[in-house]
């Protein structure tokens, strides 16, 4: 990032010195790899956990050296979703006090962690085996693209437990991804899906190994790592904003973010490089 550009940032986390407190972090080149890691109970997240990974993808905005994420679950689960005696516990508590300012608090800080992750610029890959329950599949559906095994168990299952599948943006996204129709029995029901079916419905991008499904995510990640990082953070700011518009204002839009993607180095490279029939070597800028 230039100088220049660094002046309008406010000060945020520094990514070269990173040391979150309630999951894993690990950098390899360009990709940040976020690891769930509560496999004594199948990861589930905490309030603690859920504001640090709010914060985390917020401040990614700011953050030019990382362009993509994985996010994965230690021990052979992905998330069990929010902790039953952490968070579960308390909330119930709330509700025995009519507290629904503090019901609402929560409710829409477990939204701003989907906001933060879709408006980061980073596409996020996620690498998903065993559960991927609650809070866990919002965050698999919020990511970009998703890698799981054939054994791993999908469950939206907020209404088993006295709720509307209606939760941190579930009922606008997951229609998105695999159908409306879908997308209902799933939330009504609160059943789960194998791997085998949530790739046949478009949820998982691609079915791997369990022993591979890691590395398949990071592979996909360092491979939109080495394309043209910028172009990439503009596809995915199009598909988040164009979900609110017409046809007409899709074109308007992508109209402008394309002729604004033509004025970087990356677009001359790729161009120079097909002349020379080369490949293009990208640097995001």
Request: glycine share 6%; with cysteine; proline share 2%.
């Given at each position: 990032m230039t100088a220049t550009a660094t002046r309008f940032n406010p000060p945020r986390v520094d990514f070269s010195k990173f040391r979150p407190q309630h999951f894993q972090w690990q950098r390899d080149g360009k990709v940040a790899t976020i690891t769930l890691n509560r496999p004594e109970r199948k990861n589930p997240l905490t309030l603690e956990s859920y504001a640090e990974l709010r914060d985390t993808f917020r401040d990614l905005v700011y953050c030019s050296d990382i362009t993509n994420v994985v996010i994965t679950g230690a021990g052979g689960n992905f998330c069990s979703g929010g902790d039953v005696h952490e968070i579960i516990g308390p909330l119930v508590e709330m509700q025995r006090k009519d507290d629904m300012a503090g019901l609402l608090a929560f409710t829409r800080m477990t939204g701003d962690l989907v906001k933060a992750m879709r408006a980061c610029p980073q596409p996020i890959v996620t690498a998903i085996d065993g559960i991927c329950a609650g809070a866990g599949a919002i965050l698999a559906m919020a990511s970009d693209l998703r890698f799981g095994t054939a054994r791993s168990k999908v469950a939206f299952l907020f209404v088993r437990v006295g709720l509307a599948g209606a939760d941190m943006g579930a009922c606008n996204m997951l229609p998105r991804i695999i159908g409306a129709g879908r997308a209902s029995e799933l939330l009504y029901t609160g059943r789960a899906m194998d791997g085998t079916e949530a790739e046949r419905w478009g949820f998982y991008n691609k079915l791997c190994e369990p022993d591979a499904v890691l590395a398949d995510a990071q592979a996909m990640a360092q491979t939109l790592a080495a394309g043209p990082t910028f172009a990439n953070a503009m596809t995915k700011k199009c598909?988040?904003?164009?979900?609110?518009?017409?046809?007409?204002?899709?074109?308007?839009?992508?109209?402008?973010?394309?002729?604004?993607?033509?004025?970087?180095?990356?677009?001359?490279?790729?161009?120079?490089?097909?002349?020379?029939?080369?490949?293009?070597?990208?640097?995001?800028?």
């Open positions: 598909i988040h904003q164009e979900w609110n518009m017409g046809i007409d204002e899709s074109i308007e839009a992508e109209a402008q973010a394309q002729a604004i993607c033509m004025q970087t180095l990356d677009y001359g490279r790729a161009y120079e490089a097909f002349v020379a029939k080369q490949k293009p070597v990208f640097q995001g800028n």
